[in-house]
């Protein structure tokens, strides 16, 4: 499956972001989907993930309450809604899916570019 994500972009501390992750290649509902991070100098963290049909998500503490991820698996497009955004969000956004049933702890078998996402304060 190919994956390109957009939708990054320069917003000012507090506001909002909607990053998409369109899928082609494959069917994208047969995909766990996640959202993954990663700021310069530091490595690549894990922001949120979605089941396959979109009933369970799960999210890193940091993003949780303030991140909301989802699916429209007909549209083969994912999302990650980024409200009340920090600083420290800023990094290159990657979304990535995997083949697997966890949530939890997934491994990721196909990854989109990134998107950079930058938070001024």
């Known amino acids: 499956v190919q994956l390109q994500a957009s939708g990054g972009g320069l917003v000012q501390a507090g506001g909002s972001l909607r990053l998409s992750c369109a899928a082609s290649g494959r069917t994208f509902s047969s995909y766990v989907m996640g959202w993954f991070r990663q700021a310069p100098g530091k490595a690549r963290e894990f922001v949120a993930a979605i089941s396959r049909n979109g009933g369970v998500t799960y999210y890193a503490d940091s993003v949780k309450g303030r991140f909301t991820i989802s ?7 994912g999302y990650l809604q980024m409200n ?7 990094a290159v956004y990657y979304c990535a899916t995997s083949r697997g049933l966890r949530v939890v702890n997934a491994q990721y078998d ?12």
């Open 110 to 121: 196909y990854w989109g570019q990134g998107t950079q996402v930058t938070v001024s304060s």
């Open 71 to 77: 699916r429209d698996n007909a549209k083969n497009t």
């Open 84 to 90: 009340s955004l920090k600083p420290e969000d800023t």
